[in-house]
């Protein structure tokens, strides 16, 4: 079972800056993938985006060129920088864990921290 805690959301101006990290349990999070999406009521839930194991990164097109995801294996920890925040990006952020085989047997989401920009 992996579970996972979310910190960092708040209230912050347009054009400002958030970052947000998420902590996960277990011995094995170096081989997790790991991803952030967002919610916001009425809508489905939404990449932003998605780190591997190896570095590799993807983001939703909402987050290309504003937002950064990073990690640190020795904490446990993935990461996501946002910057130039604006109105639309108001959501509930969540961390995932996709489902690795042998290893991991399904999604795992953190509980899920409010991201409110507004002036």
């Known amino acids: 079972q992996v579970q996972l805690v979310e910190s960092g959301g708040g209230l912050v101006q347009p054009g400002g800056s958030l970052r947000l990290s998420c902590t996960a349990s277990?011995?094995?999070?170096?081989?997790?993938?790991m991803g952030w999406y967002r919610q916001v009521p009425g809508k489905q839930r939404k990449l932003v985006a998605h780190?591997?194991?190896?570095?590799?990164?993807n983001y939703g097109d909402s987050a290309k060129g504003r937002f950064t995801i990073s990690r640190d294996n020795a904490k446990n920890t993935v990461y996501l920088q946002m910057n130039s925040l604006k109105p639309e990006d108001t959501a509930v952020y969540y961390c995932?864990?996709?489902?690795?085989?042998?290893?991991?047997?399904?999604?795992?989401w953190g509980q899920g921290t409010q991201v409110t920009v507004s002036s």
């Open positions: 995932n864990v996709p489902p690795i085989p042998g290893y991991v047997n399904h999604d795992y």
């Open positions: 277990g011995s094995i999070f170096s081989m997790y993938a």
């Open positions: 780190i591997t194991s190896g570095g590799t990164i």
